[in-house]
């Protein structure tokens, strides 16, 4: 009777300690997809809640419903989406503690604007899933949205990315990185380079980042989306060119620290992995395996 009390006991135990380990966890989707869609992020929400056994996700939505929500994506400005996201994350008593975030794609790199601007918030490990962390010079193919809208977006990027109106009225522009005029870049950028401390030093920004208790970049081995891949790990094309690659821990982002990088890597808290596959293609072994950690801390 004793020993079947014990077990029993123990079991409660762990049961109870493994759900009190797991946040809650923000979900912030990429170019061309939304919150919620059925085939995508919103399959993903449903897996990753059975998983952890009823954990709170919210998939952010920006706009009123799923249509609005992908065309955001595109047309409203990170700056105008972001503040927004931080009114609704801030505001939300299930997050008032602390929260996990995962970033798809460009989703990536707003989340980590949302810990550098957001006092609001508390995100605990944020995860970037082929994020593109120092911008593209490129945009070969876009996920889920029809070729002639993504036709029309690339020749904007190619020729007019740094215009005003094009800087207002595209969201991919904000992040284009054109390596062979470093100077219009930050100059130009709406975004980017406000985000990756390019033109001054924001401390809050740095120190945000330093807060955080994981930073996890995955890096798609076979990802024919973003240009460069390397973004990703924020790499990036060496100034002047559009060959050679300037890995993080050669930048002056992480040699100078300029957005807290070098510590977080000091203290293993950033974290570079990669996985085979297409932009944003895994295995739900492999999410398993290397990423469940981080979501149960």
Known sequence: MKTRLFV???????????????????????????????????????????????TYIHSIQIGNNLIEDVLNGFFRH???????????????????????????SQGGQF???LVQRCPKVKVL????????????????????????????????LNGAAYE?????DLVQATYWHDPLDENLYKEKSTFLADINNENTINAE??????????????????????????SEWFGFYKP???????????????TEDRLGLGTLYASKKLHLLQVEGEHLRFKWAWFEENILPYLKE
């Open 205 to 230: 920004y740095s120190e945000r980042i330093k807060s955080l208790e994981n930073l996890v970049l995955v890096k798609f081995l076979n990802d024919t989306m973003v240009e460069p891949v390397e």
């Open 125 to 156: 490990n944020l995860i970037s899933l082929g994020g593109q962390h120092q911008g593209v010079y490129g945009l070969p193919r876009c996920a889920i949205i029809s070729e002639v809208l993504c036709d029309y977006i690339r020749q904007l």
């Open 111 to 113: 989340l980590r604007a």
């Open 240 to 254: 002047g060119q559009a060959e050679e690659i300037l890995p993080l821990l050669e930048s002056p982002l992480y």
């Open 164 to 168: 005003d109106f094009v800087q207002k």
């Open 78 to 104: 990170p700056d105008q989406q972001i503040d927004e996201v931080c009114e609704k994350l801030g505001s939300d008593p299930e997050l008032a503690s602390g929260f996990n975030a995962i970033g798809f």
């Open 8 to 54: 029993f006991l123990s079991i409660l135990y762990l049961t109870c300690d493994v759900n009190a380990k797991v946040p809650p966890i923000v979900l912030w989707h990429g170019m061309g997809d939304s919150c919620c869609f059925s085939f995508s992020l919103g399959a993903f929400s449903e897996k990753l809640n059975s998983t952890l056994g009823g």
